[in-house]
């Protein structure tokens, strides 16, 4: 899986390029980075693109659901 994280501080927005399989260890960046830019900027936008993108498995599933609570 590869990730790659893109924050804007001037219009509040984290753009996610995601490809492969999402997994729970692909999270532990993403967390990070939304939670630098809300602490930063408030309420923030986010662009997740999915490109050759074959979804979850069974862990990340999890972090997904953690992450968006």
Do not use: Q
């Not at 990070?32 to 809300?38: A, I, M, N």
């Amino acid at each position: 899986m590869a990730i790659k994280l893109t924050s804007d501080t001037a219009i509040s927005t984290l753009s996610v390029k995601a490809s492969g399989k999402l997994s729970a260890d692909d999270y532990h960046i993403l967390d990070p980075g939304g939670d630098e830019l809300s602490s930063s900027a408030g309420n923030i936008r986010i662009l997740f693109v999915m490109h050759d993108f074959h979804g979850w498995d069974v862990g990340a599933v999890w972090e997904d659901i953690r992450f968006a609570t």
